[in-house]
């Protein structure tokens, strides 16, 4: 439904058009040497939020967005825009909210010297390719190091994979250790290429999503920021209608903080509490 609205269509068209110059803009960067205008990069990444008319219709979009593309560059902008949001939930500054935006942009800029049949191969990648994904963090650092820009934005190319478990990488470094601007990335990373669509799979809804960071483990990431994005997510979806496993459809009307993938469900003159229906669970927003 939501595909249908002008304003899905009119961010649809601006996010086009804004990732073919940040394509350009970066391909500079990484071709010519050229100087990182942040400015110019933050003005293209905040227009597009600041036309989405509030923060839960713009991840209405963004879920909506995900069967379109999933090349780099417009998952660099997705996971801006992300960590754009979770930096304001977090109440951080005007300042810090620009920079974990631009972290989130350039986070990825490493990816652009790993050779594109690996980047783009649409099947499972050999132990040996995965290991040269991998080397996209070093790789982005070097690329940024010597530029005039923050040094939370190179931190963040470097560390975004690591884990506050110390199981992340390249250097296994433990949450202490790792930038806080690269945890903000980090996790908007991880949610945007799980929402996003796969070859083996469709895009999975955000409740999905949670039950995988649930299950997989919170203590991967800082514990105040991950709470607060998966919280401020679910509570995007408050009174939503939602389809269940089972087929049943409801409304959302009550979040479970203790399991926040599985809210209290409403349908007809039923409740239906998710957390006493482990075989059950929300299959897709509608
Ligand atoms: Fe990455
Ligand atoms: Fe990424």
Redesign the pocket.
């Known amino acids: 439904m939501i595909q249908s609205s002008p304003e899905f269509k009119k961010y649809k068209q601006d996010f086009d058009e804004t990732i073919d110059e940040f394509k350009d803009n970066i391909n500079d960067i990484v071709q010519k040497g050229a100087d990182i205008n942040t400015d110019e990069l933050l003005n293209q990444a905040t227009a597009l939020i600041k036309d989405t008319s509030t923060v839960s219709g713009f991840f209405h979009i963004l879920h909506n967005m995900r069967q379109y593309d999933d090349l780099t560059f417009a ?2 902008m997705n ?1 801006a825009l992300i960590s754009n949001v979770l930096a304001g939930w977090l109440g951080m500054s005007k300042e810090d909210i620009e920079t974990a935006t631009l972290c989130g942009l350039l ?2 800029i490493g990816k652009l010297s790993i050779p594109d049949h690996i980047i783009k191969k649409p099947s499972q990648l050999t132990d040996e390719e995965y290991e040269i994904v991998k080397t996209h963090t070093v790789a982005g650092f070097n690329l940024l190091k010597d530029k005039d820009i923050s040094i939370h934005i190179k931190n963040s190319a470097l560390m ?1 994979h690591e884990k506050c478990d110390g199981s992340g990488y390249p250097l296994g470094i433990d949450g202490s250790k790792i930038d806080p601007f690269a945890k903000i990335v980090g996790i908007a ?1 991880v949610y ?2 799980m929402t996003a669509a796969r070859v083996y799979r469709g895009p999975l809804c955000p409740f999905q999503v949670i039950d995988i960071f649930e299950k997989e483990g919170l203590q991967k990431y800082e514990a105040a920021y991950i709470l607060k994005f998966l919280e401020n997510v679910v509570m995007t979806y408050m009174n939503h209608r939602v389809r269940l496993s089972d087929g049943t459809k409801g409304d959302i009307v009550f979040i479970n903080h203790a399991r926040l993938s599985r809210p209290m469900i409403k349908s007809g003159s039923n409740f239906i509490d998710l957390t006493k229906t482990p075989n059950i669970y929300i299959e897709q927003i509608i």
Do not use: I, N, T
Request: with cysteine; net charge negative; proline share 0%.
């Open positions: 998952h660099c996971v986070h990825d975004h990373d945007e290429a």
